[in-house]
């Protein structure tokens, strides 16, 4: 895919050059058609086919989706959603709607922006947990920046939604918050519940 044609100038510098530009697979997947012709030796062509190859990639993910996993640990929700939401650069909320086995139904985007500034009503929630008739659901949403670390507004939404949830007796499973891997955080992502943040 990143075969040049240009003399003594191979695949391999470029995607070099393009990983000590952009830093991270993350921030290359984001990048603009522009931004990715100012490389040497990425043309438009090139640019729209690494834009491709991530495009596929997830596609990737939402096959996964239709195969209806058990996802009854944080780590395999990270891996369902991981890709589609690598490229968002704002907030996207969530809800992974379950079976009385633990399988996925569906998956539903309730907003985006941030949690700060954008409510995320119960309401909303289960009334696609109920139409989907779903017995779980699990929350999901992304931190643009990279770190996961819940924000005080993520643990208050958590716990409106789990009482919510309580009433309409909709287990709310869990709060994934999906982010990137750094050599000191070797985990993309936190589950609010393993850090405490659900009722027992």
Do not use: C
């Not at 990715?36 to 596929?56: C, H, V, Y």
């Not at 920046?145 to 993520?154: I, L, N, V």
């Amino acid at each position: 895919m990143l075969r040049t044609g240009l003399k003594g100038f191979s695949a391999i510098q470029v995607a070099e050059q393009l990983l000590q530009r952009f830093g991270t697979l993350d921030h290359l997947a984001r990048a603009s058609l522009d931004e990715l012709r100012q490389t040497k030796g990425i043309g438009r062509d090139k640019a729209i086919a690494l834009k491709s190859a991530f495009t596929l990639a997830q596609r990737m993910a939402r096959e996964i989706k239709r195969e209806s996993p058990m996802l009854d640990k944080p780590e395999r929700i990270a891996d369902l959603l991981r890709e589609e939401n690598r490229l968002y650069h704002v907030e996207h909320f969530q809800v992974v709607l379950l079976n009385t086995r633990r399988k996925l139904i569906r998956t539903e985007q309730i907003s985006q922006g941030t949690l700060d500034t954008l409510l995320v009503h119960p309401r909303e929630v289960f009334k696609l947990a109920i139409a989907a008739n779903a017995s779980a659901i699990v929350l999901v949403h992304n931190h643009p920046s990279g770190d996961p670390t819940p924000s005080e507004a993520d643990i208050k939404v958590t716990r409106d939604l789990i009482r919510a949830g309580q009433l309409m007796k909709i287990e709310v499973l869990d709060h994934i918050i999906l982010g990137a891997r750094t050599q000191e955080r070797p985990l993309d992502f936190v589950s609010l519940r393993e850090l405490g943040y659900f009722y027992s």
